[in-house]
């Protein structure tokens, strides 16, 4: 038998809030992206393989002035390891992933293998979506807050 996790009092609440930021979010990828909201989840999952092994805390001091992680830095990535990380059909990333290189978002490296230079973040569409993610976030924890739902507890770092 599988134990259910019980419901804490705020979950509900967290949930909607959280909903909520996920539309910004996805919205936002979609205005960068000429409304393929796909295209714009393939090209964040190539950022987040290629940089999720970076520390905010140990890392930091390599990142650019322009908050950018520079191109050594990052790790270039399979279409494969793209597509399972989505939970979708190899085909259909690598379709996605051609045209992310097509539109000059993307390269391709070591073989097979792709990753996002750092200039592509430079790009005015970036600086309009960053700038929509932090207000986005900054939403998010004050509705978080004025709910009285966050708790300081010790957190892993975030990589």
């Given at each position: 038998?599988?134990?259910?996790?019980?419901?804490?009092?705020?979950?509900?609440?967290?949930?909607?809030?959280?909903?909520?930021?996920?539309?910004?979010?996805?919205?936002?990828?979609?205005?960068?992206?000429?409304?393929?909201?796909?295209?714009?989840?393939?090209?964040?999952?190539?950022?987040?393989?290629?940089?999720?092994?970076?520390?905010?805390g140990?890392?930091?001091?390599?990142?650019?002035?322009?908050?950018?992680?520079?191109?050594?830095?990052?790790?270039?990535?399979?279409?494969?390891?793209?597509?399972?990380?989505?939970?979708?059909?190899?085909?259909?990333?690598?379709?996605?992933?051609?045209?992310?290189?097509?539109?000059?978002?993307?390269?391709?490296?070591?073989?097979?293998?792709?990753?996002?230079?750092?200039?592509?973040y430079?790009?005015?569409?970036?600086?309009?979506?960053?700038?929509?993610?932090?207000?986005?976030?900054?939403?998010?924890?004050?509705?978080?807050?004025?709910?009285?739902?966050?708790?300081?507890?010790?957190?892993?770092?975030?990589h």
């Amino acid at each position: 038998m599988i134990e259910v996790p019980k419901r804490l009092p705020g979950d509900l609440i967290l949930a909607r809030l959280c909903s909520n930021h996920l539309l910004r979010m996805l919205s936002t990828i979609s205005q960068i992206f000429d409304g393929d909201l796909i295209l714009g989840i393939v090209f964040v999952a190539i950022n987040q393989a290629a940089t999720d092994h970076l520390s905010f805390g140990r890392d930091a001091r390599a990142i650019d002035e322009e908050e950018v992680v520079p191109n050594h830095l990052r790790r270039p990535v399979t279409v494969l390891s793209i597509a399972n990380s989505l939970n979708l059909p190899r085909e259909t990333v690598r379709r996605h992933v051609a045209r992310l290189i097509e539109r000059g978002y993307c390269v391709q490296v070591q073989g097979r293998r792709v990753m996002i230079p750092a200039e592509v973040y430079l790009k005015p569409r970036f600086a309009q979506a960053f700038e929509n993610n932090r207000r986005d976030l900054h939403a998010l924890i004050s509705a978080v807050r004025r709910a009285g739902l966050l708790h300081e507890e010790p957190v892993d770092e975030v990589h």
